[in-house]
């Protein structure tokens, strides 16, 4: 019988072959192995990194709602005075998304029917009531209609005081921040009638100063027109004035005194944005910002 006699230096050439490949195929599998602990701590680094936390926060969007001031439409924050653009676009130049509660000029007619209202004939007025519960609940709808997970509310003017009670009212974790622009948040001194018939003393009762914990509360100020001061230079007023002679007001000057003393019983000295005086801007545990040449428009 034949016997085929393998070959002993094929076997030794086949062996040494099998050991290089099985050796290089462990260096490859330790230097994956070693490549993704590499990456998973490089990854777990990176989250504790404050880089990452700006790269998390740039890439969520945030919507800032306008809340109107009291008159005020949604014409006079995207074409103020037929100027080009207003505040709507001065928000979205700075990447973010921008709604406005839906109010026109001839809503506010509805503060009217605070008449109906016992408590407006004892000056005990709530900001829910019939005078204001309408506008509270135009702006907790623009909320709950808004599709991103982050709500900063800007409000002006009246629109500081309604906001307020309106997130006091009906709190909604996705509203994060709310920054008013000369906003009224004190009612006046006892022996000053106060125009919303109690409603902003008990917004201040009901959702005294930052009152909810989860918010950021931004209060902002100015004090572009000081009343019969000799030592303040206010701010050049010759545009308004002119708007405010049309009207029968005088000017910047005149307006301020007026209102600075319907709203602190007095106006010498006292300084603000032409109708809201520093005084009564801010909120108790705000961020208060303090300007110095804006006026009210």
Same mark, same amino acid.
């Given at each position: 019988?034949?016997?085929?006699?393998?070959?002993?230096? $094929?076997?030794?050439?086949?062996?040494?072959?099998? @050991?290089?490949?099985? !050796?290089?195929? $462990?260096?490859?599998?330790? *230097?994956? *192995?070693? &490549?993704?602990?590499?990456?998973?701590?490089?990854?777990?680094? #990176?989250?504790?990194?404050?880089? &990452?936390?700006? *790269?998390?926060?740039?890439?969520?969007?945030?919507?800032?709602?306008?809340?109107?001031?009291?008159?005020?439409?949604?014409?006079?924050?995207?074409?103020?005075?037929?100027?080009?653009? /207003?505040?709507?676009?001065?928000?979205?130049?700075?990447? #973010?998304?921008?709604? *406005?509660?839906?109010?026109?000029?001839?809503?506010?007619? $509805?503060?009217? /029917?605070?008449?109906?209202?016992?408590?407006?004939?004892?000056?005990?007025?709530?900001?829910?009531?019939?005078?204001?519960?309408?506008?509270?609940?135009?702006?907790?709808?623009?909320? !709950?209609?808004?599709?991103?997970?982050?709500?900063?509310?800007?409000?002006?003017?009246?629109?500081?005081? #309604?906001?307020?009670?309106?997130?006091?009212?009906?709190?909604?974790?996705?509203?994060?921040?709310? @920054?008013?622009?000369?906003?009224?948040?004190?009612?006046?001194?006892?022996?000053?009638?106060?125009?919303?018939?109690?409603?902003?003393?008990?917004?201040? &009762?009901?959702?005294?100063?930052?009152?909810?914990?989860?918010?950021?509360?931004?209060?902002?100020?100015?004090?572009?027109?000081?009343?019969?001061?000799?030592?303040?230079?206010?701010?050049?007023?010759?545009?308004?004035?002119?708007?405010?002679?049309? $009207?029968?007001?005088?000017?910047? !000057?005149?307006?301020?005194?007026?209102?600075? !003393?319907?709203?602190?019983?007095?106006?010498?000295?006292?300084?603000?944005?032409?109708?809201?005086?520093?005084?009564?801007?801010?909120?108790?545990?705000?961020?208060?910002?303090?300007?110095?040449?804006?006026?009210?428009?």
């Amino acid at each position: 019988q034949n016997h085929s006699v393998e070959n002993p230096s $094929r076997s030794l050439k086949v062996l040494a072959i099998n @050991v290089v490949f099985n !050796e290089w195929n $462990r260096s490859i599998l330790q *230097i994956i *192995i070693l &490549s993704m602990k590499a990456l998973l701590w490089a990854l777990i680094a #990176l989250s504790f990194h404050p880089l &990452s936390q700006t *790269i998390a926060l740039s890439s969520q969007k945030i919507t800032a709602i306008i809340c109107p001031g009291f008159g005020n439409a949604v014409v006079d924050y995207v074409n103020p005075l037929g100027a080009p653009d /207003g505040l709507k676009a001065a928000l979205e130049r700075r990447g #973010l998304a921008v709604q *406005i509660v839906p109010i026109q000029r001839y809503d506010w007619i $509805r503060v009217a /029917g605070g008449l109906f209202d016992i408590k407006f004939w004892q000056n005990q007025q709530l900001p829910t009531g019939l005078a204001y519960g309408w506008y509270l609940k135009r702006t907790v709808d623009e909320i !709950e209609k808004c599709n991103t997970d982050k709500i900063m509310l800007v409000a002006h003017s009246a629109g500081g005081w #309604l906001a307020r009670a309106a997130i006091g009212e009906k709190k909604n974790p996705k509203v994060v921040c709310l @920054v008013t622009l000369g906003s009224p948040h004190l009612p006046p001194p006892d022996g000053i009638n106060c125009a919303t018939r109690g409603a902003l003393e008990n917004t201040n &009762s009901l959702y005294p100063g930052s009152f909810v914990k989860s918010i950021s509360y931004v209060s902002v100020s100015s004090s572009a027109i000081t009343v019969e001061n000799s030592d303040q230079k206010n701010v050049d007023t010759k545009n308004v004035d002119e708007i405010y002679q049309k $009207r029968g007001e005088g000017s910047a !000057e005149n307006v301020a005194k007026i209102n600075y !003393e319907s709203l602190i019983g007095k106006s010498d000295g006292v300084s603000g944005d032409g109708v809201i005086p520093v005084e009564v801007a801010h909120l108790d545990g705000a961020k208060q910002i303090f300007l110095e040449n804006p006026f009210y428009k």
